[in-house]
């Protein structure tokens, strides 16, 4: 059942993941992975991220010193393209996300590599708003003009320490609940969720919890 779940998520932002993929340009950024090192994205205050490509090739000195610069040549048929659509499901939408430098979906045939990440930067509205909600606390949602428009939601973990006072390393744990929020909060100009354990299930990557809920929304005229 788990591997069916992950399966449909992965079907669902194939579209998505393939119009990331596009030639690299000025304007991108870069995070290179070197020695299974973890990945990490992150864009300025007010804006969020898009993966742009995922590459991989043998390492050398001169590009894991130089995580922040593009590679520039790469190897092929040696890392699926489940990856990209994976990277895109867990980073797009979100100010930072933290990815595994090495994990079973990438299906790499060396275990000698790097892996490069390059991704862009997309302004919010300026209406846009975040909140970041522990298991037995309650997510409130405003809107002093307009009403609610729920944009982008995860429960899960996306980064190391949010709701945990032991550091986590599993920071790849997506379940969007867009529809659910959506349900209960969209077209009102205020909202009150509370979060209780086991309200929502999970299906991809989930390390232990305690996990979090994610709510990225903006307030319509």
Not at 4 to 21: D, G, P, Q, V
Not at 68 to 79: K, L, M, P, T, W
Request: proline letters at 5%; hydrophobic letters at 30%; charged letters at 20%.
């Amino acid at each position: 059942m788990r591997g069916n779940t992950m399966f449909a998520y992965l079907t669902t932002f194939a579209l998505l993941a393939a119009a990331c993929f596009l030639p690299l340009e000025a304007e991108f950024l870069y995070n290179v992975s070197c020695h299974e090192e973890n990945i990490e994205l992150r864009c300025p205050e007010g804006q969020v991220i898009r993966l742009e490509d995922v590459n991989y090739g043998p390492p050398t000195p001169a590009i894991c010193g130089a995580r922040d610069q593009r590679v520039g040549h790469y190897s092929s048929g040696c890392i699926s393209h489940v990856t990209g659509i994976a990277f895109s499901m867990i980073c797009n939408g979100w100010e930072y996300c933290r990815l595994p430098g090495k994990h079973r979906l990438m299906n790499l045939c060396d275990e000698t590599y790097f892996l490069e990440v390059a991704y862009s930067c997309q302004k919010l509205s300026k209406s846009s708003k975040t909140v970041n909600t522990c298991v037995g606390g309650t997510a409130k949602l405003t809107c002093d003009k307009g009403y609610i428009v729920i944009d982008r939601t995860n429960h899960g973990r996306l980064d190391t320490n949010t709701c945990t006072e032991e550091p986590e390393n599993v920071t790849w744990c997506i379940n969007p609940v867009n529809s659910r929020l959506d349900e209960l909060c969209g077209g009102k100009t205020e909202c009150e969720v509370p979060l209780n354990e086991g309200d929502f299930h999970h299906s991809l990557e989930c390390g232990p919890p305690p996990y979090y809920l994610s709510v990225r929304y903006s307030c319509k005229l």
